[in-house]
């Protein structure tokens, strides 16, 4: 059975400089994003197109939201097929590429997750797990360019006391 989740929320330009759009550098990329019962989001452009490379830009907040999908559904599958995690931390890129008249996408992301296991029983399926928890995420299964996982599995270590 399927079921619908609806997502809502607010988004406003900050950036009017008192001329609107009147000029291409007129005019600030910020932005703010409200969501009920969430902190404030501040956002700009990527500091390539004219945005303040302090802020979010919604390329990050891809790459971001890909990551993050991963670990939760990675994390459950881990849960449900008796792996441990009790470490993940994920280095992920992505590449996206502009055309001359401006448009671009991206052509690929890629998630470096580093999973620390509780026993070395856990390594072969803390690493097959992967591909579960791909197929599983919402948000892979919503773009239209690859994303590639090059994980690397670690043991707890433990400390020896003698």
Known sequence: MN???????????DGNKGQGTSDYKAYGREYSVGIA???????SADPTFRGDKTKYNPEDMLVTALSACHLLS???VCTVGGVVVVDYVDNATGLMVTKSDGSGHFVEVVLN????VAD??????AMEFHKKAS?????????????????VVNVNAK???N
Do not use: Q
């Open 3 to 13: 079921r619908e989740h609806n997502y809502k929320l607010s988004l406003k330009w």
């Open 37 to 43: 019962e969430k902190e404030t989001l501040i956002g």
């Open 74 to 76: 990675y994390l459950h």
């Open 113 to 116: 997750p580093v999973v620390t």
């Open 120 to 125: 070395p029983s856990m390594v072969e399926r």
């Open 135 to 151: 197929e599983l995420c919402f948000i892979a299964n919503s773009v239209n360019f690859p994303v590639k996982h090059v994980p």
């Open 159 to 161: 400390p020896d006391i």
